[in-house]
């Protein structure tokens, strides 16, 4: 994590069930992981767990273990309760405007879409 000036990345996690196919569209618009049941969390988690990335070899795949460790105890609740997670990530160039439209969907569809965390990078 960074300060807001220095940060790149804007990475959110977002939980939903129960949704039409155009919401699921919106929210996975920037999704760099879709997280649909526990075979497919642990199958990411070994796969990511070993980042080498430094410098200008830091690639996605990196970034990606990165999340998945920052949001991994509540992915893991969120499946539990039958949600699909996604990690969305957004460059800072977008500004706000992708988070404040996921936390409206979140407030809009109750605890059908939750915006569970916010981290940047």
Not at 10 to 19: E, Q, T
Not at 50 to 55: A, C, E, K, L, T
Not at 58 to 79: A, C, P, Q, T, V
Request: hydrophobic letters at 35%.
């Amino acid at each position: 994590m960074t300060s807001s000036s220095t940060a790149k990345y804007k990475v959110m996690l977002v939980a939903y069930k129960d949704i039409e196919p155009r919401v699921k569209n919106i929210i996975t618009k920037h999704s760099v992981c879709n997280i649909k049941d526990k075979n497919v969390f642990d199958r990411l988690l070994q796969k990511q767990t070993n980042y080498q990335g430094s410098g200008r070899n830091f690639n996605l795949n990196d970034r990606i273990g990165i999340y998945l460790g920052w949001f991994k105890d509540k992915i893991s609740e969120k499946l539990e309760e039958g949600y699909i997670l996604d990690i969305i990530e957004v460059h800072k160039s977008y500004g706000n405007t992708r988070e404040e439209l996921l936390k409206a969907l979140d407030i809009e569809y109750g605890d059908d879409i939750l915006v569970l965390d916010i981290q940047e990078l």
